[in-house]
């Protein structure tokens, strides 16, 4: 497949789809179509295998590439092979970022959560850094990336913690020692506006940082998928539930957005 794009990933961890509708996040919505999409998983690890697989969160109305039963944008043909992807790969390869570097792309992962320290989410890749949670870093190190593989393109995950507890953002975060689904699972106190507004402010902070990398990679106008979602959501007290990582609608309501640079999506 010789016209095969570049690709970016970008997950929000732990962003749910209300923080998005809430938030004011002009360079996202300039550069993606988002929609609301549900979960594969509650938590980052399954959520992001199922991704490597090109099942990303689904809506449920049948747009194309929003819900992979209509659609799907990015398949390893293993399966049902009666709709062709966007991009499609070849039978027996082992995930979508290992799919495009079969293609000859250069390939980086870049992880905010400690989940990124497992091989299940690393290995794919012939590059991996983890960062921690601190996004300026982070695009600084993919622009740096692609500029280095000008040549050959790039397939590339930005996994962003700033939208994870502890939901702060400025530089290089350290996350909670204890999560707060621990600390108040039995609390009864309910939804907590306060707590929420601090990931909604999380999200403004990560959509003036991403200016910088989206303009970039808009300048370079090579063809390129855009994919921007969240791997799970969170609750905040709604039924006296805390975190994530267990069923709530919540918790599997998510922001799903799809763009390209240079590269027709329709």
């Not at 998005?20 to 549900?38: G, H, I, Q, S, W």
């Not at 697989?53 to 049948?62: A, E, L």
């Not at 293609?103 to 690393?122: D, I, V």
Request: glycine content about 6%; charged content about 25%; proline content about 5%.
């Amino acid at each position: 497949m010789a016209d095969i794009p570049n690709f970016l990933l970008i997950t929000l961890d732990s962003c749910r789809w209300d923080t998005y509708k809430m938030a004011r996040t002009p360079v996202l919505d300039k550069y993606f179509d988002f929609e609301k999409a549900y979960s594969q998983a509650t938590f980052t690890l399954p959520s992001h295998v199922s991704m490597y697989q090109g099942m990303f969160p689904s809506t449920k109305n049948k747009r194309p590439y929003y819900n992979r039963f209509s659609k799907p944008i990015l398949r390893i043909n293993e399966r049902n092979n009666l709709i062709n992807a966007l991009v499609n790969f070849p039978k027996g390869t082992q995930s979508i970022f290992e799919g495009f570097r079969d293609y000859n792309k250069k390939t980086l992962g870049l992880g905010a959560m400690s989940w990124f320290k497992h091989e299940w989410l690393t290995s794919c890749f012939e590059e991996f850094i983890f960062t921690g949670i601190h996004l300026k870093h982070q695009c600084e190190l993919a622009k740096q990336f692609i500029e280095k593989n000008k040549s050959k393109g790039f397939g590339m995950l930005i996994n962003i913690g700033e939208t994870h507890e502890p939901y702060e953002y400025g530089g290089l975060i350290k996350p909670s020692l204890k999560s707060r689904a621990r600390v108040r699972t039995f609390d009864t106190s309910g939804y907590d506006k306060r707590l929420h507004s601090k990931q909604i402010k999380a999200l403004e902070n990560i959509d003036n940082e991403l200016k910088f990398l989206l303009d970039f990679i808009s300048s370079e106008n090579q063809p390129t998928l855009l994919i921007c979602c969240a791997d799970h959501g969170e609750c905040f007290g709604e039924d006296n539930l805390w975190g994530h990582g267990f069923y709530h609608p919540k918790i599997m309501e998510v922001p799903l957005g799809i763009g390209s640079v240079n590269y027709p999506i329709d």
